[in-house]
């Protein structure tokens, strides 16, 4: 019989000297939380032996643990990342590294982005060992660095240099099975795919001269007129993905009319563009999000004296790109709106990912959602950002984000990732670790 109180204190204590630890990224310093996770699993009896320590550059380290099974199957990994990033300290109401429990929730960075979740994995992963599950497959658990900063010393490194310690057939990831209210009903996506980062510099270039002689060819002007043809513009081309051609059809299926049948038409390309118009704010945003490659001005610069015109004018663009999309899919799509007038040139890429719904792992989730929740909507989901999830992609494993729990409906739970303020409710671990559980123990069993 699990002890499912004792279960919750113990992840909300872990949760809690988790977030304690100032692993902010840049520059990662992740190894002391790492130190963390290694002495959570010895206290529970993890031997030394069944999980291994390796650190790619001095501070940044990666802790990938075992659970054997007797190989009849192919590996679950639990894979979690402990970076975090910045905090603006005058704007928290707590210590952001506290890791206070006050009034039901647990303070500080990380506690939703992603250190919370990965008190989830640790839980099931030790309780597994605890319930002496007969495994037809191995559990991995990984904890690992630098996802917030590109990878490179985190779940890139773990593929490319140590594959064989993560090598699985599926794998949970950040964020999913969570709680999303459309029309006070309660929606559970579960990721299933992601877009790709494309960040741009585009460039403006113009004649040079005393400020005190205004013309025409000035590059600051060139750059801010593509610039507001992007705003005027308002969106990219609509493209449908196969995920949300699928979570559109489940809400148009669920919603009452009329909004049942304004959502079914975002699935038609020649509709959506006037059926977005039509949402609330937030959700045309999320929406706009999951059907078009997305485009934000982020870092301008140009000149180096005030009275002189600059002939070079810049601006960082940050590009999320949809799966099967790629930057120059984007980038011809940016100049088609900006017109000749500027250059595009990549920074930084990283691929989108899509996996499938038809498995015995998506549907396993999908039960144990409406065992959660019996008013449970579930769906499958693109989200707009970007995780690691590409990076085991490129391994062969099919990535899930399947973090479950129910949100309170007064709670934003999404805008506490990288927010002011980030807080976790107990309240979603108590119902969220017994759904990660009945998935963990009856897929790998």
């Not at 950040?174 to 741009?200: D, H, R, S």
């Amino acid at each position: 019989m699990i002890n499912w109180e004792q279960n919750l204190e113990q992840t909300v204590k872990n949760l809690s000297r988790l977030i304690k630890v100032e692993s902010v990224n840049p520059p990662g310093n992740e190894m002391p939380a790492i130190q963390v996770v290694k002495e959570i699993l010895e206290a529970e009896g993890f031997e030394r032996e069944s999980f291994q320590i390796l650190e790619p550059a001095a501070g940044r380290g990666n802790l990938v643990a075992r659970l054997k099974g007797d190989s009849s199957e192919r590996p679950l990994l639990l894979t979690g990342h402990v970076d975090v990033v910045p905090i603006e300290r005058e704007y928290w109401s707590r210590d952001p590294f506290s890791g206070d429990v006050v009034d039901g929730y647990i303070w500080g960075r990380g506690a939703v982005d992603m250190k919370g979740f990965l008190a989830m994995f640790i839980q099931v992963f030790i309780m597994a060992k605890q319930q002496g599950l007969p495994l037809k497959r191995d559990i991995i658990l990984a904890a690992i660095a630098d996802e917030e900063a590109g990878f490179d010393y985190g779940s890139r490194y773990l593929v490319d240099q140590h594959r064989e310690l993560i090598d699985a057939e599926y794998a949970f990831n950040e964020i999913g099975g969570n709680t999303f209210y459309m029309n006070g009903l309660p929606v559970y996506p579960i990721q299933v795919a992601e877009k790709g980062v494309a960040w741009m510099r585009m460039t403006a270039k113009g004649e040079p001269g005393h400020a005190s002689m205004p013309h025409g060819d000035n590059a600051v002007l060139h750059l801010a007129k593509a610039l507001d043809r992007l705003r005027l513009k308002g969106r990219l081309p609509v493209h449908i993905t196969p995920t949300v051609h699928k979570m559109l059809t489940i809400l148009s299926e669920h919603l009452p009319f009329p909004n049942g049948n304004i959502i079914g038409q975002l699935r038609n390309p020649r509709l959506a563009n006037q059926v977005l118009n039509l949402l609330p704010d937030e959700a045309r945003r999320l929406f706009n999000a999951m059907l078009t490659n997305t485009v934000s001005p982020t870092i301008l610069s140009a000149g180096t004296k005030t009275n002189v015109i600059p002939s070079i004018a810049q601006a960082d663009i940050d590009c999320r790109t949809l799966p099967g999309q790629s930057p120059a899919d984007a980038m011809a799509e940016i100049l088609a709106v900006t017109g000749k007038g500027v250059t595009l040139e990549t920074l930084y890429t990283s691929s989108g990912a899509e996996f499938p719904t038809d498995t015995p792992l998506y549907h396993l989730m999908t039960k144990a959602l409406k065992n959660m929740d019996p008013n449970a909507i579930v769906s499958p989901m693109l989200m707009p950002g970007a995780s690691d999830a590409a990076e085991y992609q490129r391994a062969g494993i099919i990535v899930y984000g399947f973090t479950p729990g129910i949100v309170p409906e007064d709670f934003p739970l999404i805008k506490m990732a990288h927010g002011h303020d980030e807080r976790l409710p107990i309240s979603y671990l108590r119902s969220g670790l017994p759904a990660l559980w009945e998935v963990v123990s009856e897929f790998c069993i």
